[in-house]
């Protein structure tokens, strides 16, 4: 089984980076989150999942063992393949996850593309005491982000890509942005740097409250 793969990245794509490892190119499929933290060029080390079809051999990076290990966890409940299992990662961290599987938060797991409020509550069900208890840490926007990652690209180009690699539409996309535009807005006169991670989840609740 591969654990990690560690390399120059040497491309990416809306919901895939390329890592070479020993002179071979690695295609990692990762979340928004773990993608905003990654740069051509630079170094990263991802902790990888591979998925095993027949006609595929899928690898699927994270930032650190614990998201790989949830992301393991949440495929034991029926229905959910890696595609959801990755979606729900990129809507919410793991101690998010853990939270909202432990206080039934049909609300949070909604949030998350292709969840319905039966699919939630089957997930609760199946998921009880899986996924182990939430560590009760703040999340922050520099967890599930590599080590020895650049500084981030404008948040908007990162935004745009990371909700149009979770299937919106371009339009869809500019609603969310533009309804978060304040908060980042707000940041960048504060002299901090927009948090993508942070932005992304404001917009997909804005995105869920508009269906």
């Known amino acids: 089984m591969i654990a990690f793969v560690s390399g120059t990245v040497a491309a990416l794509a809306p919901d895939a980076a390329v890592v ?8 990692v499929q990762c979340t928004p989150n773990t993608l905003s933290a990654l740069r051509v060029g630079a170094h990263a080390r991802l902790a990888v999942s591979l998925v095993v079809r027949e006609d595929s051999l899928t690898l699927y990076g994270f930032a650190d063992d614990d998201e790989r290990q949830v992301f393991e966890l949440l495929q034991t409940a029926s229905g959910v393949g890696p595609r959801l299992a990755q979606a729900m990662l990129a809507v919410h961290t793991p101690d998010a996850l853990r939270r909202a599987v432990a206080q039934s938060d049909e ?29 009760g840490a703040a999340e922050t926007a520099e967890a599930g982000h590599p080590a020895g990652a650049a500084a981030p690209a404008p ?31 707000a940041a960048a006169a504060d002299g901090a740097v927009p948090k993508v991670s942070q932005l992304l989840r404001a917009a997909l609740r804005t995105l869920n409250r508009a269906r």
């Open 107 to 135: 609300k949070a797991l909604t949030a998350v593309p292709g969840i319905g409020r039966k699919g939630a509550q089957k997930l609760f069900l199946e998921l009880a005491g899986r996924l182990g208890e939430p560590a």
């Open 20 to 27: 070479e490892v020993g002179g071979v190119g690695m295609a």
């Open 155 to 185: 948040w908007s180009e990162q935004l745009r890509a990371a909700l149009v690699g979770l299937g919106y539409s371009a339009h869809e996309a500019e609603g969310a942005i533009a309804a978060v535009t304040p908060a980042a807005e």
